[in-house]
């Protein structure tokens, strides 16, 4: 599976970015693909998921902001994400595994993209 992220840049706090991630290769009938972010030093967090039920879930400090979706005719997983804080400055990824449980953890992912950078200015 390759995973490949587009999207990021730079934006004012309040500002909006639209992350995508195109996904080839094998795919799953049971799935969790999750965007996850990390600031150098710092573990890698989750930022939201979504598998293969549809079932969502968000990390606490973005939930009301960003909204996780996918495109499966495309393959295709995207993050909208609003009202942008300094905070949510990181390096972005986006990740699949084939399981549908713990999509909230990061390390039982097994493919993942090269990421993407998102910096907010105050």
């Known amino acids: 599976v390759q995973l490949m992220e587009a999207g990021g840049g730079s934006v004012p706090s309040g500002g909006s970015l639209r992350l995508s991630c195109a996904a080839s290769?094998?795919?799953?009938?049971?799935?969790?693909l999750g965007w996850f972010r990390q600031l150098p030093g710092k573990e890698r967090e989750a930022v939201a998921t979504i598998d293969s039920d549809g079932r969502t879930n968000y990390a606490h400090s973005v939930k009301g902001r960003f909204t996780i979706s996918q495109d499966n005719a495309r393959n295709m997983l995207y993050l909208q994400m609003s009202s942008l804080k300094p905070d949510d400055t990181a390096m972005y990824y986006c990740a699949v595994k084939g399981s549908n449980s713990n999509c909230l953890v990061p390390w039982t992912y097994h493919y993942w993209g090269q990421g993407t950078q998102v910096t907010v200015s105050s």
């Open positions: 290769g094998d795919s799953y009938g049971d799935y969790c």
